[in-house]
């Protein structure tokens, strides 16, 4: 392969994004000076907060630029290397561009392991949503051993690690989403101790209390709303 095919943010889109607010271009690979290396894109996170980025407003991170290509978080494998740190072959993840190849000074790539875990977890559990519930967990929530949490969009992306972090913690975790199939799946798959839809239930503050007897003592609020409104009563 000799060229390399580049997604840009065209225009800044208004509601739903549309194919025209993207340009998909072609270019030449370029050549590695030392301290470089190529990396060949394999799998691409598209999070719900590109959507912010796409607009040009201040915000905790900088909108993408017109005619610029989109990045977020992507996991590659070193294809040519001219840095003593990465070899080729290896796998690595960074905030990098939405591009096929790509080359890369190595500042803020990190490299992963087929072996440890299948690649496209490094982008979830073992990637920003990961870190994102561990680190609200510890250094916000700190949660500890014994206490009740409720997340709400539990069987989120963020919910269901966070939920799954808290049972390691030896917490009594309550799980709240909108659907019957994933209450279920809370509950067996990744092992909450109870949950609730809030598409069935009538009265959140009585289903609260009833999943949560002796009060909350963190509420993870993935999604705000009414719902948080009645955790308030609740918490501890
Ligand atoms: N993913 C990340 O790495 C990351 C990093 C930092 C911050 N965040 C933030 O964490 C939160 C959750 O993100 P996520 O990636 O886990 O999203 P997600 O996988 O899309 O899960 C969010 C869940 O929220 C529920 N939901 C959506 N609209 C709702 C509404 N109006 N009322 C009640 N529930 C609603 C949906 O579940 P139901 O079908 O059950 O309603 C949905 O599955 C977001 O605020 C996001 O910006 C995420």
Known sequence: MSKTKTILLNKRPEGKPQLSDFKFTEEEI??????????????????????????????????????????????GEVTESKNSK???????????AWKQVQKSNGSGLNKVSKED??????????????????????????????????????????GSVVGQIAKTKGCRVIGVAGTDEKIEMLKEEFGFDDAFNYNTEKSFSKAIGKTCPDGVDVYWDNVGGSLSDAVFFHIN
């Open 86 to 96: 990465f070899k080729k072959g290896d796998y690595v993840s960074g905030m990098l």
């Open 30 to 75: 370029p050549a590695l000076d030392n301290g470089e290396v190529l990396i060949k894109s394999l799998f691409v996170s598209v999070d719900p907060y590109l959507r912010g980025r796409m607009r040009d407003a201040k915000s905790y991170v900088e909108p993408f630029e017109l005619h610029k290509p989109i990045s977020s978080g992507v996991i």
């Open 117 to 158: 875990a299948p690649l496209p977890a490094y982008l979830g559990a073992l990637g920003m949503t990961g870190l994102t519930a561990y680190f609200g967990l510890e250094e916000i929530g700190k949660l500890q051993e014994g206490e009740t949490i409720l997340v709400s969009g539990a069987a989120g992306a963020v």
